[in-house]
């Protein structure tokens, strides 16, 4: 198995994961690799172009995935995974089947839950249509969860990282230097160290990143080169993110369902090695689109 096309951070494979699982090449990464952050397809009630599995058959094909990726982490390793939200065919009820997978990831892999976090996209078309346009008795749905395995209870981890710039009110309390200090009613005590100036403020787990004006490199080759646009697109803002809370430059990154291939143009931004693996061949195609600055000569001509 060969690379489609590489840079020189990184490396593309046109392959299922489950053949890549089962390639020489998977063995020449396990224990190497510090961070494994997807998007897999999500269990939908009816088939999409990118591929999906729907049911308790995606659940148990999304748990067996997981476990044969796991071999591949450090130690202090960690495994991020997005999985939208899904609705009961027919009828304006949410699936639990999103939650369950996770769940189920968790307690028969037995992983840490290191943390839980939503991804809120504020340009997101309002759906789901026919409950939210047309009858309008529902709100659209806007977010997607993100949940942060690993095998340690302590996994490579340093959110001085991912400081946000100040707020324009903290801004001016540090000025200041005084506030209401002391227990508050929650129980919470609020002491001194509270006005330290920390160089900014540690984010919430609540991403608000909207995709709107996203990848126009990445859109531009696709449209030139006459191939289709991968329709569930991560965020480059939000993929880096996770990078940067959770390696450092000499790190490893692997993306076992790569899609337009986010995680590793946001890799290649921050210096990290990665990998990518995509099935669909016009999807390998168009992620060429995210390197155009950065392609060395594929591997396959």
């Given at each position: 198995?060969?690379?489609?096309?590489?840079?020189?951070?990184?490396?593309?494979?046109?392959?299922?994961?489950?053949?890549?699982?089962?390639?020489?090449?998977?063995?020449?990464?396990?224990?190497?690799?510090?961070?494994?952050?997807?998007?897999?397809?999500?269990?939908?009630?009816?088939?999409?172009?990118?591929?999906?599995?729907?049911?308790?058959?995606?659940?148990?094909?999304?748990?067996?995935?997981?476990?044969?990726?796991?071999?591949?982490?450090?130690?202090?390793?960690?495994?991020?995974?997005?999985?939208?939200?899904?609705?009961d065919k027919?009828?304006?009820?949410?699936?639990?089947?999103?939650?369950?997978?996770?769940?189920?990831?968790?307690?028969?892999?037995?992983?840490?839950?290191?943390?839980?976090?939503?991804?809120?996209?504020?340009?997101?078309?309002?759906?789901?249509?026919?409950?939210?346009?047309?009858?309008?008795?529902?709100?659209?749905?806007?977010?997607?969860?993100?949940?942060?395995?690993?095998?340690?209870?302590?996994?490579?981890?340093?959110?001085?990282?991912?400081?946000?710039?100040?707020?324009?009110?903290?801004?001016?309390?540090?000025?200041?230097?005084?506030?209401?200090?002391?227990?508050?009613?929650?129980?919470?005590?609020?002491?001194?160290?509270?006005?330290?100036?920390?160089?900014g403020a540690?984010?919430?787990?609540?991403?608000?990143?909207?995709?709107?004006?996203?990848?126009?490199e990445y859109?531009?080759?696709?449209?030139?080169?006459?191939?289709?646009?991968?329709?569930?697109?991560?965020?480059?803002?939000?993929?880096?993110?996770?990078?940067?809370?959770?390696?450092?430059?000499?790190?490893?990154?692997?993306?076992?369902?790569?899609?337009?291939?986010?995680?590793?143009?946001?890799?290649?931004?921050?210096?990290?090695?990665?990998?990518?693996?995509?099935?669909?061949?016009?999807?390998?195609?168009?992620?060429?689109?995210?390197?155009?600055?950065?392609?060395?000569?594929?591997?396959?001509?």
């Amino acid at each position: 198995m060969k690379p489609a096309f590489k840079t020189d951070l990184g490396l593309v494979f046109n392959s299922s994961i489950e053949e890549f699982i089962a390639s020489e090449n998977f063995n020449n990464y396990v224990g190497k690799v510090d961070l494994i952050l997807t998007s897999p397809p999500y269990p939908l009630t009816s088939p999409k172009a990118y591929g999906n599995k729907i049911g308790e058959e995606y659940k148990e094909w999304l748990v067996e995935i997981v476990r044969g990726l796991l071999p591949l982490l450090k130690a202090r390793g960690s495994i991020v995974i997005e999985i939208g939200n899904a609705w009961d065919k027919g009828v304006p009820t949410m699936s639990t089947l999103p939650l369950e997978t996770l769940i189920e990831i968790k307690n028969r892999l037995g992983l840490n839950v290191c943390q839980q976090f939503v991804w809120h996209n504020p340009n997101k078309l309002p759906g789901p249509a026919t409950w939210v346009n047309i009858k309008r008795i529902r709100i659209k749905d806007s977010h997607t969860h993100f949940w942060w395995f690993s095998n340690s209870e302590n996994p490579i981890a340093d959110n001085s990282r991912v400081l946000e710039p100040y707020k324009d009110g903290m801004v001016k309390l540090l000025k200041r230097q005084s506030y209401n200090q002391g227990v508050r009613p929650s129980g919470h005590t609020i002491g001194d160290g509270f006005l330290t100036q920390n160089k900014g403020a540690i984010p919430s787990s609540v991403l608000s990143v909207g995709n709107s004006k996203e990848s126009n490199e990445y859109r531009e080759w696709c449209k030139l080169h006459g191939v289709p646009q991968h329709p569930a697109r991560m965020p480059e803002k939000v993929a880096e993110f996770f990078i940067k809370l959770l390696t450092t430059k000499s790190a490893l990154v692997f993306d076992p369902f790569a899609g337009s291939n986010t995680t590793g143009r946001a890799s290649e931004n921050l210096g990290r090695k990665w990998i990518s693996i995509e099935k669909n061949q016009e999807y390998v195609k168009g992620s060429r689109g995210r390197f155009t600055d950065k392609l060395k000569k594929s591997s396959n001509g």
